[in-house]
């Protein structure tokens, strides 16, 4: 468990470094999942991400960080897989909107996340 987590945490940062040299590539991404009405598989991957992270959690350093984000992912995935695409797209075009800093700032956050997991689990 604690390999997929640091996994996790890898691919992690490795999308926040991608974000952050093209911001945009977030909105593409996630308009590509809509379109291919994949949006019930991001909720599932979410949903099994959460609970390696719950799972993994007792075994680490950071445990109430990792249990945290697991359950975010668990209710993240539980509420794209409720709302479905209708409800997720607004919020995408929203997020599509921002100014070009709130969107590295965003993608640095998602950098910082997972480069902590990797070096902390």
Partial sequence: MLFLTKLIGLFTAGLGI???????LYVKLVEGVLENQR????????VVCGLI?????????????????????????????LFGENKVYPIIKWWEERPIVI??????LIFLIGAFIVFNV
Wanted: glycine share 12%.
């Fill in 18 to 24: 991608a974000f952050l040299l093209e911001p945009s």
């Fill in 53 to 81: 992270f719950v799972i993994a959690a007792p075994m680490t350093a950071i445990a109430g960080f990792i249990g945290l984000l697991g359950l975010l992912q668990i209710v993240g995935g539980v509420v794209i897989f």
């Fill in 39 to 46: 949006v019930h598989i991001t909720g599932i991957a979410k």
């Fill in 103 to 108: 969107k590295k700032a965003f993608a640095f």
